[in-house]
């Protein structure tokens, strides 16, 4: 049984008033607060000024998060390969770079795995998710599909079917998911490798997230 002087405690404890919050600050001088702060108490005056903010708010941001969610990597041990993930991304960007690959490409190497440690099963449905209102249909099927694809490179995982990827064939995007996994992607924990510096493929991923998403 607690004692008086513990249950008194308590009490004034619970009883106290919730301390005030401060609302988030705004990201520029010139913005200005809705006037609720539930959806449905937002009337057409409210949504203008969200409408007219929030462009500007977003400017870089994508760009920033994802290089952010990346770097999330770059320490991270190896637990078997030669690189960690960050590296694996970086010399799959080199490679398309030096390939002579467009910008495009250059950023989808450089992201494919980006969900790799926080949605490992589905990190190519992550990365799909990503950047699909940025890249082709193509692209977008490649990103979705490449977990699958890269078995037929492991010859002697114990159980494993290398020909998964036999169910998608004669797919339109299946010889560009399979030349992706076989030159970007199976091949890429090389420590030799010379590596291009994130530094490089910073501003093409900025460009990469300027462009008007699709729906």
Not at 25 to 33: A, E, I, K, N
Not at 140 to 152: S, T, V
Request: aromatic fraction near 12%; glycine fraction near 6%; hydrophobic fraction near 35%.
């Amino acid at each position: 049984m607690a004692n008086s002087a513990t249950t008194s405690t308590r009490v004034k404890l619970d009883e106290r008033s919730p301390l005030p919050r401060e609302r988030t600050p705004l990201g520029d001088p010139t913005w200005r607060y809705v006037g609720a702060s539930n959806l449905e108490g937002l009337g057409r005056s409210d949504w203008e000024i969200i409408e007219r903010q929030r462009g500007v708010f977003f400017k870089g941001r994508a760009a920033r998060d994802a290089l952010a969610l990346l770097d999330t990597q770059k320490d991270d041990p190896s637990y078997g390969y030669h690189t960690n993930m960050y590296r694996h991304c970086l010399e799959s960007a080199t490679r398309a770079w030096r390939d002579g690959g467009d910008e495009e490409f250059i950023v989808i190497c450089l992201l494919h795995d980006i969900g790799f440690t926080i949605a490992n099963a589905t990190h190519g449905e992550f990365a799909a998710a990503l950047l699909r209102p940025y890249v082709d249909e193509a692209h977008y099927w490649m990103l979705r599909h490449h977990q699958q694809f890269q078995a037929y490179h492991c010859h002697d995982v114990p159980g494993g079917d290398r020909m998964k990827r036999e169910q998608y064939r004669g797919h339109p995007a299946f010889e560009l998911t399979a030349r992706f996994v076989a030159n970007y992607d199976q091949n890429t924990t090389d420590a030799n490798y010379d590596t291009m510096p994130i530094e490089a493929f910073v501003p093409l991923v900025h460009r990469f997230f300027e462009r008007t998403p699709k729906p």
